[in-house]
């Protein structure tokens, strides 16, 4: 049953900003879900190995950056490489986000700013749940309420390839 | 805020079979995500008003059914109408799981067998968290450990509208 959450993917992938400063860490992240509609809250599950792990129980908040194709270098750096050393390699500009501390990422199509409200701990995992405070998007990916299909989401597939969608749509 | 989970959108659409018997039912959920790698566990989000929570409060057991672009009419038939008279509309075919006593879909490319570990109340929503006990899947959809870019998986856009993967993968 190792490797049955395989059968869940092609998964999303997004990544998780947290900390400050020169603390300011990006992971990518799959695991990620909607928990509450009202009052709107989103959870993740991480690694308690990774910093980021460490950074969100420090500071209490994260946000969510939704990249698009174009950012698929920095989704594969911010998978793969550990701690804080790897921003420097990224592509991506951090920017004040609007109610939190943890900054957003300009290039990014839509930040969510959240605020931990819980944690729970399954398996290896943490799974931190988060209070949806504020977002920002861009508003050719994100339009009249709903995704764009022009715009390229990404998903992961596997290891290392990922998937984007077509952007036919069937309406039922 | 209240729509700002929209900007996680498209997300993957999956079926959530729950009860036996004549007690069986079938919801749409997209808020389903993995939460432990080892043991393998996963969550998914559901609105007390639903049917499906309570059976699964009752028999602290659900499968996860990965439906596929075929299925998107059943989808929609989950995801829309209320209570087990919906069943009768859908043309899925209910077989026998292999570790608990939830059904699994016949037409569905992979069925995840889990049981209740856990259950947290967050906002509007309760989410379930539940071990995979086993799973089954059809090795055309999955192939060598991951999902086959052919096979087509269902994404949820808004409302009444889903996407597909196009099969453009990119390995980094």
Known sequence: MKNAYKLLYPMRTYLIVSGRGSEVNVMAADWVTVVSFEPPMVGVAISPERYTHRLIEKYGEFV??????????????????????????????????KKIKVPSIKEAPANLECRVIDRQSYGDHTFFVGAIEECTFDSR????????????????????????????????
């Open 64 to 97: 969510i950056s939704v990249p698009d194709w174009d950012m698929l270098d920095d989704v594969w750096i911010a998978g793969t490489e550990s701690g804080p050393e790897k921003i420097k390699k990224m592509r991506i500009t951090f920017v004040q986000s």
């Open 141 to 172: 990916a994100f339009t009249k309420g709903m995704p764009s299909h022009t715009a390229s989401f990404v998903a992961h597939l596997s290891w290392n390839k990922f998937i984007n969608f077509d952007g036919r749509i069937r309406e039922v």
